[in-house]
């Protein structure tokens, strides 16, 4: 039988908008209809970011909950709401994204939520802004999240990053097996490690045994640490998030188009798709009702 792979699509951003690539979707319905057609097309999770009616993105708890309510309403997708920050908050308050994450997610029956593993140095509107993923935020969320039910999405990095969520999450028994880590490259504007096969390789090696990982590169590598990712038996992430490009000055005319080449790779290679309820399988996650 063939490895089950699981494709993420995190099809809006924190960052661009439609200033970037008018496909990029921003409203409730919108993201809706282009998760469901990424849904369509082989993804299995969907990362997901709110804006607010004037395309302002918010850590609101409403806005949040009902772009997962019209997610919900279109597929069985998994949900994973990010607990980052918005951009358009000056102080990055990283307890207000949490709790009004959970709340949205616990309110609509989301599996997941992202969390992020080590403070970060973000440009917004071209000045340094420290975003306090610290420690001990990383334990709180962690209890928050296990307390509800909800699988924490392990973003890091480096690899510094992943032995604290080693040694600080996973060790004091904060996150239920199997862990779920997204290695995230080439992020420059938060410090992460660029995309390349050493970088990525040691990424790789600080894994715990039986832990799942999937790969985004943002931007222009995006393709590359996807095949990278494949290669090593992981899971992939694409979408307008991480880049709204198809090839080098041509723009994606969708996030489905993305989804669409990923899952044909992965197919050439001799993996099946994870639907989404065979990733709640391969990850733990709770069921659906």
Not at 107 to 127: F, R, V
């Amino acid at each position: 039988m063939a490895k089950k792979i699981i494709i993420t699509v995190c099809p809006t951003s924190n960052f661009q908008g439609k200033d970037a690539n008018s496909a990029l979707p921003e409203q409730p319905k919108e993201i809706a209809q282009a998760t469901y057609e990424c849904y369509n097309a082989g993804a299995a999770i969907a990362h997901l970011h709110a804006r607010d009616k004037n395309g302002i993105t918010t850590n609101d708890s409403e806005v949040i909950k009902e772009i997962l309510t019209e997610v919900r309403a279109k597929c069985n997708i998994v949900l994973q709401p990010s607990c980052a920050p918005a951009t358009s908050d000056p102080t990055c308050d990283v307890y207000r994204g949490l709790k009004n994450t959970i709340e949205a997610a616990v309110a609509t029956g989301a599996e997941m939520a992202s969390l992020d593993c080590g403070i970060s140095i973000a440009t917004m509107t071209g000045k340094p802004v420290p975003i306090m993923w610290t420690r001990d935020w990383m334990a709180d969320a962690a209890k928050l999240m296990k307390e509800n039910g909800i699988k924490p999405e392990l973003e890091c990095k480096s690899p510094p990053q992943m032995e604290d969520v080693f040694n600080f999450l996973i060790k004091p028994g904060l996150i239920e097996d199997p862990p779920s880590y997204t290695f995230v490259l080439n992020m420059k504007s938060q410090g992460s490690l660029s995309f390349t096969m050493e970088n990525m390789m040691s990424m790789y090696r600080c894994l715990p045994h039986g832990a799942q990982f999937t790969t985004m590169g943002v931007g222009a590598p995006q393709l590359q640490a996807n095949i990278a990712s494949l290669l090593l038996g992981g899971g992939v992430r694409v979408g307008f998030e991480d880049n709204i490009y198809y090839s080098k000055g041509v723009l994606a005319k969708s996030n489905a188009q993305l989804v669409e080449r990923i899952a044909k790779i992965a197919i050439e290679l001799g993996y099946d798709l994870a639907t989404p309820d065979e990733a709640r399988e391969i990850l733990n996650l709770k069921r659906l009702s």
